[in-house]
Structures are given as C-alpha cells and as structure tokens.
C-alpha cells in the first residue's frame, strides 16, 4: 500500500514534529513537468494535488506561536474552544485581553471570529478570519477557515485566488515535509468540494481517494463521497 501509518514510540527520521505519537506516509511517484502523482497502488493519476512524499503526523494539533508560551496561556485556550459555542460573548470578553498581551497568536482571532459565527453574525466573523489572514497569510487555519466561507457562500473563485492558486499543499508551503493529518484533511476536502463545485469532477474524485487514505470518516470526506455518487441531488 503507498500508506503507512508509523506506531507511536517507533522512532522515524524526521524533524521535532515527529513527536506526535503517529507518523503517515505518503508515498508517491511525480511527475514535476506535469504536476502530477501516482499513487503506488495505481488508484488514480492526480493533478495538483502532492508535490513530493510527505509525511503526515496525528496527535495535538500544533498551534504557531505557542511554543515558549505560558501553561495557563494553553489551559485558557483550550476552555475558549470548549466554551466558544455555548458561551460565544463571554470568550470574547476573555479573548479580548488576551489578544492585547498575546498580539502574536493568530488563534485568538479565529476564536473571536468564531463567536460571532456562532451567534449568526457571520459578516462580523468574517472580518475576523480576513484580519487573521492578513495579519498571519502564512497560517493555514486562517486560510482554510476563509475557503470555508467561500463554499458556504458560493463564491468559488475567491479560493484559488486565496491560495495563489497552488491547490496544492506542498506548493502552498514547499518549506514544510510535515503536515498534521487535520491540515491535510481539512485543505484537501475544501479543494476537493471546490473542484466538484466548479465541474472538475476528475479531480474532485482525486482529492477524495486522497481523503479515503488520510481520514476517511471526516465530515468532508463524506459529503465529497456522497457528491461524487449523487451529483444530481
């Protein structure tokens, strides 16, 4: 299989990401000229979706910005994400100090702006995420969270022009070997719904075998499989 899930604790060649208790490879024959790989197991030919091998680490979801950061700094984050869609106005008067004296965490503004989501005031929320995207244009999660809006609201073209039109993971961030599996996840079924939406159902189906390998019982995962067997729905 062109798939391999490293065990936790199996040590891997690999930079201090590879820390996470899981490790996945992807392994892939390229074709530079054309932009395209093959999947070693002959599942597809895909256009503009990997660069070169890579791998793909699973447990906590690093977060830029953190590392050196205070413990309690971590603690109250992680109580905004549990508390941001029952309690949306009090995070936000938490979030407010907190962005005063960590200016450099991008977290706090998708957490702000995901308050105001959650009270049904998306045009405040989103100028949240596009503050963050312009503050932070190389944080994927500011990113993805824009694509996002972009596919509820039926604006596709907004999302090539997002990612400078690299749909593609490794030509968006060519220093990076190491993605963790939520980013890939996440970027490919966004590109995937985006292609299906724009009737480029051969890569649409490319991005979704992609997704069978990484996290196939995402939500994005299955709505692209549900697509791609009822496109008429």
């Given at each position: 299989?062109?798939?391999?899930?490293?065990?936790?604790?199996?040590?891997?060649?690999?930079?201090?990401?590879?820390?996470?208790?899981?490790?996945?490879?992807?392994?892939?024959?390229?074709?530079?000229?054309?932009?395209?790989?093959?999947?070693?197991?002959?599942?597809?030919?895909?256009?503009?979706?990997?660069?070169?091998?890579?791998?793909?680490?699973?447990?906590?979801?690093?977060?830029?910005?953190?590392?050196?950061?205070?413990?309690?700094?971590?603690?109250?984050?992680?109580?905004?994400?549990?508390?941001?869609?029952?309690?949306?106005?009090?995070?936000?008067?938490?979030?407010?100090?907190?962005?005063?004296?960590?200016?450099?965490?991008?977290?706090?503004?998708?957490?702000?702006?995901?308050?105001?989501?959650?009270?049904?005031?998306?045009?405040?929320?989103?100028?949240?995420?596009?503050?963050?995207?312009?503050?932070?244009?190389?944080?994927?999660?500011?990113?993805?969270?824009?694509?996002?809006?972009?596919?509820?609201?039926?604006?596709?073209?907004?999302?090539?022009?997002?990612?400078?039109?690299?749909?593609?993971?490794?030509?968006?961030?060519?220093?990076?070997?190491?993605?963790?599996?939520?980013?890939?996840?996440?970027?490919?079924?966004?590109?995937?719904?985006?292609?299906?939406?724009?009737?480029?159902?051969?890569?649409?189906?490319?991005?979704?075998?992609?997704?069978?390998?990484?996290?196939?019982?995402?939500?994005?995962?299955?709505?692209?499989?549900?697509?791609?067997a009822f496109p008429d729905l």
């Amino acid at each position: 299989d062109s798939v391999q899930w490293i065990e936790p604790g199996r040590k891997v060649n690999a930079d201090s990401n590879s820390a996470h208790p899981g490790v996945l490879y992807m392994k892939n024959t390229f074709n530079s000229s054309a932009n395209r790989f093959q999947f070693n197991d002959k599942l597809s030919t895909q256009r503009n979706l990997i660069l070169n091998d890579f791998r793909i680490v699973t447990g906590p979801r690093p977060e830029p910005g953190l590392r050196g950061s205070p413990e309690l700094i971590r603690l109250k984050i992680k109580l905004l994400r549990q508390k941001v869609l029952s309690h949306p106005e009090q995070c936000r008067l938490i979030l407010s100090p907190l962005m005063k004296d960590y200016p450099h965490l991008p977290v706090f503004y998708l957490l702000m702006a995901e308050s105001y989501h959650n009270e049904g005031k998306r045009s405040a929320g989103n100028r949240w995420v596009t503050k963050c995207c312009k503050k932070f244009p190389d944080y994927i999660w500011s990113k993805l969270k824009y694509a996002e809006d972009c596919l509820e609201e039926k604006k596709y073209k907004g999302i090539p022009k997002l990612f400078n039109n690299r749909l593609n993971i490794r030509l968006l961030y060519p220093y990076r070997s190491i993605f963790h599996v939520d980013e890939v996840t996440e970027f490919y079924g966004i590109i995937g719904l985006y292609y299906f939406y724009t009737k480029n159902r051969k890569a649409a189906e490319d991005c979704y075998r992609l997704l069978t390998k990484v996290n196939p019982t995402h939500s994005y995962s299955m709505q692209l499989k549900l697509l791609l067997a009822f496109p008429d729905l």
